[in-house]
């Protein structure tokens, strides 16, 4: 058996016919991973012997004839947001170092009970808030494609694990786009779910009103597979939602007929790259013979929301980062001489640079005077982006688009220009706004290499077509176009 484009599916089958076990299986990906992640540094730290446990397991369940559950032995990086029981969760920060989590995220238990082995945890830009995992406290994540580049952010280390077999699938957050643009960047999937899809609880929060936590994954169906298991409703997250959960395999495989796919028309102007325009094209027009029919569309509110977002995502980011003070989580600093230096010596010390700009800007546009001219603004422009998308969706059933501008860029570009950080978000961050799910799959790769994203949008809860389009579109070639 060779540890290297394994799927769920897969994995099952060389189970339940005794040609490899569980234990086999995790320890070839431990390999991998022993030998690679040295140079790629997709993981912030791993948990070999507790994957080993699981594992073992699973083969087990299979000595006595159990049925396997359904991501039996699938080897898997959680992003360090994410709690694990018994495991640090440094969130890439250095506040939370050695913060080791009490409990287990939902989405774990869930994971679990389903009979994945978690190999590690995958590295992030620190609490999320990047494009390009450079933030991380402790180490840039390169990609795998082209060791110079960036593998995009914040679920860096997640889609660079799978991208380069150190884990079959993952899961990401995502707040503005950072499961889909690193899906995008290293040539994977990674999906967005609608929010209150996914249980939100045990994920370490940024901006509340945007966060969802999906699955990254080489293959549609995997993807699939993995958000069937951490969807629904959870009594520990009152935003999660009491909404049916479909198997989103059914049907997966009938052609598409007269789907219409809304093409932004602000999506395809100036700023957006040659080479991934390009790319883009030739997938719609692959769609189209498909049996899939192009409509122009309008989202007339497109240049407000790179603004919107960030207003909104650093408000909330500075309201949940004030309970890391020193006092109960991570870090204190010592030396300090009163309580007020106590705070301020901790948090100085913990945080970044970008996390600290996040924290300062985000507690401005709170502050009295200024909360009506930005945060509340940004709350009535954020509506008028979700009327675009209701309108747009009265016409179309999905919006296809780039996931990012350009293809991936070099390790230490954009690094020390926040605000062209914060234009590669454009396409994506849209999806948060309005709270719709949104899909990544690969669509070729530029002359030189480096892979192209295409991004599938939906209505609220329309995960079951994104997902019927992203396959059809792989086996169809697609992703290799
Ligand atoms: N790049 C965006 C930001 O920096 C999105 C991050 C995310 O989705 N977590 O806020």
Redesign the pocket.
Known sequence: MEAKNLTVARIKSLIERGEASAVEICQAYLQNLERLNPTIKAYLHTSPERALELAARIDRLKREGTPLPSLAALPMAIKDNILIKGLRSTCGSKILENFVALYNATVIEKLEAAGAVFLGKANLDEF????STENSAFFATRNPHALDYVPGG?SGGSAAAVASQMAVAALG??????IRQPASFCGVVGLKPTYSRVSRYGLVA?GSSLDQIGPIAATVKDTAQILRVIAGKDPHDATSLAVAVPDYLEGIEKPVKDLKIGLPREYFRAGLSEVVKNKIQAGLRLLETLGCQMVEIELPHTDYAIATYYVI?MAEASSNLARFDGVRYGLRVRGYSNLSGMYRETRDAGFGAEVKRRIVLGTFVLSSGYYDAYYLKAQKVRTLIKQDFEKAFEKVDVIISPTSPTPPFRIGEKSNDPLAMYLS?IFTITANLVGIPGISVPCGTTPEGLPVGMQILGKHFDEPRLLHLAHIFEQAGGFTL
């Open positions: 999320a808030m990047g494009s914040s957050s995502d707040t503005g786009g950072s940024f995502a978000d």
